[in-house]
């Protein structure tokens, strides 16, 4: 023991005694390792703990920027090269979820999920079936009278004056015949293999869309829970909850949509039989496909189902356009807006703007999906990003 201090007080302090052998050899891990180099605890993969994260230098920096660019570049263009299919894996998913409640629906009552994506496909291929049971045969006849009628009508217009005295002046039907023959028909539509490759074209990717609708039905729960695992788990229950309710407001606008095309095809059909148009169950078809598109379908469907009217007869298509003028006006007051409110939730001067702009942007599908799309920002933007504004 050693002494200090002055005077009487003597302070006793403790010698510190030399280190052991085995304690010098030892190395000091806690005092000597870099922060960097922190134990990092053992994985319960079975692939092994990970490694320490490589360190910010200026070329691993570097690297990883032009890395980055790189890959987003590649992305871009595989995006762009793959655009026609990812359109039609995006219908496909689409319509998955708007089907996906007729799953549940068959679920509750009892019925096997394999049974029930069985069934819903099913009711899925009579549809197209009958859709086209309706819409060929006609379209082969109508065309088949008018070259059947052709040579009348070319006569029609010889015997009235002013056309006979244009063709005097600037031989008008003789140079239409003679550009209206087999030849040029074949070289407008890209000849026959461009004719040939333009149905099985349109039919591959039917098939496709109808496929990948199946096939997206039936993984439809299992996609969803893989898609909540890559949110955090904090989070992860708030995230299902949103996702869950956007994609009912898809579905509901879905059968929404179907249920308002359907009563405009059935209401078409009774009125058609009841004048006496020609085809009307082809028409009424065409009126249901025509409503399916928000704001312009159903004044596309009246247009073409009036044209047909006016056709047959005068009356006929004046009591078409009296019949789809009052109709639109029962459907797009009081129909289609309770509806879509009951389902949806969105405004009248939100569908309009969304519809436009998804047209505008996106053609047809665009117009398709803007009014689930802006009733899933609405929801976002009342449960994520107003209570976050409010808190600040």
């Not at 595989?78 to 998955?96: D, E, P, S, Y």
């Not at 599908?365 to 799309?373: E, H, N, R, S, Y």
């Amino acid at each position: 023991m050693a002494a200090e201090g002055s005077g009487d007080e003597l302070v006793e302090r403790p010698e510190r005694s030399a280190p052991r052998a085995d304690e010098a050899d030892a190395p000091d891990d806690e005092a000597d390792a870099p922060d960097d180099e922190a134990p990092v605890p053992p994985s319960t993969g079975k692939f092994g703990p990970p490694g320490r994260p490589l360190g910010r230098n200026a070329f691993v920096t570097g690297f990883v920027f032009g890395l980055g660019v790189l890959l987003a570049y590649t992305a871009y263009i595989a995006v762009k090269n793959a655009a026609g299919m990812l359109l039609l894996i995006f219908i496909a998913l689409f319509l998955a979820v708007g089907l996906n409640p007729a799953v549940v629906r068959l679920r509750k009552w009892g019925v096997p999920h394999g049974l029930a994506v069985a069934a819903v496909a099913l009711g899925i291929i009579l549809l197209l079936c009958g859709g086209l049971f309706a819409l060929v045969p006609p379209v082969v006849n109508e065309s088949s009278e008018v070259i059947d009628n052709l040579p009348g009508y070319v006569d029609q217009l010889n015997n009235n004056p002013t056309i006979r005295d244009l063709n005097e002046r600037y031989d008008i039907i003789q140079r239409a015949s003679s550009a209206v023959n087999a030849q040029n028909i074949t070289s407008a539509l890209g000849g026959v293999l461009g004719g040939a490759s333009l149905v099985f074209g349109t039919v591959f990717r039917v098939l496709t869309v109808l496929v990948l609708t199946i096939y997206f039905m039936a993984a439809f729960d299992r996609m969803k829970e893989g898609a909540y695992q890559l949110v955090p788990a904090s989070r992860r229950q708030r995230v299902r909850l949103i996702t869950d309710e956007i994609l009912t407001k898809v579905g509901a606008y879905m059968v929404g949509a179907l249920a308002v095309a359907l009563l405009a095809g059935t209401s078409t059909y009774i009125f058609l039989i009841i004048t006496g148009v020609a085809y009307p169950f082809a028409l009424a078809v065409v009126v249901a496909v025509c409503d399916l598109i928000p704001q312009i379908g159903a004044t596309l469907g009246a247009v073409i189902v009036s044209i047909v009217g006016f056709a047959s007869s005068l009356t006929a298509g004046i009591a078409c356009v009296v019949f789809f003028i009052i109709y639109q006006q029962v459907e797009n007051y009081l129909i289609y807006p309770k509806v879509m409110r009951r389902s949806v939730e969105v405004s009248d001067v939100a569908a309009i703007v969304a519809a436009l702009l998804g047209a505008a942007l996106f053609g047809v599908i665009g117009t398709l999906v803007a009014i689930p799309a802006v009733a899933a920002i609405q929801l976002i933007l009342r449960e994520v990003v107003v209570p976050r504004q409010q808190e600040r």
